[in-house]
């Protein structure tokens, strides 16, 4: 009897030590928040699964009105961590709630390493932001009518003076009994070759433009 009394006083103990506590992690999409569950996961160190068959054997259960990705307790079953989903954003930002039953001192404990969780979130989403906003900007000024006016020029322009120069080349000289003439036939074929190969230039270094800032958008979203 007395050892069941001890054991039901210790439970009233540890009961009343548990405090709840919260912090908010910033998160844009389900890809951040896999990587802030494994990032969770490494930090919990001495923790382990909290599997949903075992929440009514402890009596822990996560927030109601609140979608759980993650739950872990530690190896005493005093300390209970809940990821949830934040209907209710953060001062209007996309979040998740990392919510905590446990002993004032494991709460401490774990303070520290949450907050530096949180900045590298922060930093995340800040990454995803600039990345977001860049694409907007290039994808706006690859649409605007001016944009496509003139890629449009320059596209006619290097295909009339690619294809004129290609057929100067593939005919033969003209005789001119004037050696001013002669002179001037040959400078006007130099200068419409020229003219080919500077619309070529432009065109590809638009192209190469183009690809590049797309690629370096598809591997920041990598």
Not at 87 to 104: A, C, I, M, N, Y
Not at 152 to 160: D, K, R
Request: proline share 3%.
């Amino acid at each position: 009897m007395s050892n069941i009394s001890v054991m039901h006083s210790t439970e009233n103990i540890i009961t009343q030590e548990l405090q709840p506590h919260c912090w908010y992690l910033p998160c844009n999409s389900d890809a951040d928040r896999t990587t802030i569950c494994n990032k969770i996961d490494k930090i919990l160190t001495h923790y382990s699964f909290y599997h949903e068959r075992d929440w009514a054997n402890f009596n822990c259960l996560p927030l109601e009105g609140h979608e759980p990705y993650g739950a872990w307790r530690d190896n005493t079953g005093t300390n209970f961590i809940f990821l949830l989903d934040n209907p209710k954003f953060d001062r209007g930002k996309k979040s998740l709630l990392l919510h905590v039953t446990g002993q004032e001192g494991e709460i401490k404990a774990l303070d520290s390493k949450i907050r530096s969780l949180k900045l590298d979130a922060l930093s995340e989403v800040e990454k995803d932001r600039v990345s977001e906003r860049s694409i907007q900007r290039f994808d706006t000024a690859v649409k605007s009518k001016y944009f496509v006016l003139l890629t449009s020029i320059i596209t006619v322009l290097t295909a009339v003076f690619n294809l004129f120069s290609w057929y100067l080349r593939k005919i033969p000289s003209p005789k001119f009994e004037d050696q001013h003439l002669t002179k001037i036939y040959n400078i006007g074929v130099a200068i419409i070759h020229f003219i080919a190969l500077f619309e070529m230039i432009i065109f590809t270094l638009i192209l190469f433009i183009i690809l590049l800032k797309y690629s370096r958008i598809f591997i920041r979203k990598m």
